[in-house]
């Protein structure tokens, strides 16, 4: 019931993790985000101790493809489980477990890798990876694109309740963190919330930095 995207912005560097659901509450479940390490998605009949264990076996030196394959082989019950890792240099691990739910597939570029399962068209991943290279911008502005684009490519097979996003830069705390539970047009509230995050972000680092300045 979840399509969703790991990537890096080759320009800056940073990492970011997006995803939306027909459950509610996808950001406090499926999304992981460490700074200087990397983000991880976990989804399917979400177990979400997945993308934390993700990003301790990246903490001991693995690169992503080591530490989801640790992570899975930890994992109970991995054949429900769909997850991805992107670790700090970009490189891109995937899961999709023989279970996985209704139709489900993933899709990649050298930068970003989506991934769904329930969906209402098999070509929804490669659309939102389309819909990522195809914006100009902030990171954050390229993965909810992304998110617009899986959408309208079809989206999952129920209405949207809950999106989120995780974006980590070189700040031992995420650049963004930002989460809508429940809402009607969950992906358009992200969006909503980002356009007002922006604005604010610079603020509160300075606030953790040198907060008689701010």
């Not at 990397?38 to 903490?59: E, S």
Request: proline residues 5%; hydrophobic residues 45%.
């Amino acid at each position: 019931m979840t399509f969703s995207i790991v990537a890096r912005c080759a320009r800056t560097g940073r990492l970011g993790v997006a995803g939306a659901t027909s459950s509610i509450a996808f950001g406090g479940r499926c999304p992981y985000g460490r700074s200087g390490l990397g983000v991880a998605v976990t989804q399917n009949r979400t177990d979400p101790t997945i993308g934390p264990r993700a990003l301790d076996h990246l903490a001991q030196g693995l690169d992503a493809g080591a530490a989801l394959a640790a992570t899975m082989a930890e994992t109970v019950h991995p054949e429900w489980r769909q997850a991805a890792v992107m670790d700090a240099a970009g490189r891109i691990a995937s899961y999709n477990g023989a279970r996985c739910s209704g139709l489900h597939a993933e899709a990649r570029c050298d930068t970003a890798v989506a991934l769904g399962n329930i969906l209402a068209d098999v070509g929804v991943p490669a659309a939102m990876i389309r819909g990522f290279e195809a914006t100009e911008g902030a990171l954050e502005d390229r993965l909810i694109a992304a998110l617009r684009a899986g959408l309208a490519a079809g989206g999952e097979v129920k209405p949207l309740r809950s999106a989120a996003m995780i974006t980590v830069g070189t700040d031992p705390f995420p650049d963004s963190n930002l989460r809508i539970d429940s809402a009607d047009d969950p992906i358009g509230a992200l969006a909503a919330l980002w356009r007002q995050w922006r604005v604010m972000a610079p603020t509160c680092r300075l606030w953790a930095y040198d907060p008689g300045a701010a």
